[in-house]
């Protein structure tokens, strides 16, 4: 029998002159039934170290006075085993997109694709949604679902069931996938003035196993690293 997967993207540091060398994209997955028993105990989580259930968990709002909240966040990801997270960091330097005949942002949602794809068996159904980014991204969601449903002979659409914009601040899945990949980007671009920070990427780096400097094998489920690196050539 098919079962249906909720997959919840975000990404950090896209735009293309953002003075940002390193974007990272993530998506946390899990199945549909247990979608809302998640979103539930993560905001419990935020009751019990009393802030508001609609407090909007974000990487940049992170401080060394509020560690405790977001260790506890974090350790809920890892405590959970119906939650999975992969992510893919790329460098933005050295980029050649006339090569490609591309824009920026069909780049971007090529990304998108490798991020996905890897997910995906064609017995089940997926609900994508990403964090909304402008009022003209439908456009390239739409297209998106095109490639993603092609790429799986899925011309009915039935093992991509839909992908859909929503609001982070709503979605406490996307939030959690915030958290993550801001703690890999932050890693991964040598940082370190932000005492809270530093200790969530050593926390992290803890509960994972892993240095979250390389990538990890394609098969793993609980927390995947793909290092992207450009291709030297069109041809």
Not at 56 to 83: A, H
Not at 99 to 109: A, E, K, R, S
């Amino acid at each position: 029998m098919a079962e249906i997967f909720n997959i919840y993207c975000d990404e950090s540091c896209h735009l293309e002159n953002d003075q940002k060398k390193i974007m990272v994209i993530g998506a946390v997955w899990l199945q549909k039934d247990v979608a809302a028993e998640a979103a539930k105990r993560l905001r419990e989580i935020k009751q019990k170290h009393s802030l508001a259930k609609d407090f909007e968990v974000k990487w940049t709002k992170i401080s060394k006075s509020k560690l405790e909240f977001y260790e506890d966040y974090l350790d809920y990801f890892f405590d959970d085993d119906d939650l999975h997270f992969r992510g893919i960091v790329i460098p933005k330097t050295g980029l050649r997109h006339d090569d490609f005949n591309q824009d920026h942002d069909t780049w971007y949602y090529k990304m998108f694709f490798r991020l996905i794809q890897p997910l995906l068996e064609p017995k089940n159904q997926y609900h994508i949604y990403l964090d909304i980014k402008d009022t003209r991204s439908q456009e390239k969601v739409d297209r998106l679902h095109e490639v993603l449903s092609r790429s799986m002979y899925d011309f009915d659409r039935r093992i991509i069931g839909r992908i859909q914009q929503v609001r982070s601040h709503e979605v406490e899945h996307i939030q959690l996938a915030d958290l993550l990949i801001g703690a890999l980007g932050y890693a991964n671009r040598g940082m370190g003035t932000n005492k809270g920070k530093l200790d969530l990427v050593q926390r992290l780096k803890k509960r994972s196993g892993y240095n979250l400097m390389s990538s990890t094998l394609l098969g793993e489920r609980k927390f995947n690293i793909f290092h992207w690196r450009p291709q030297l050539s069109a041809e």
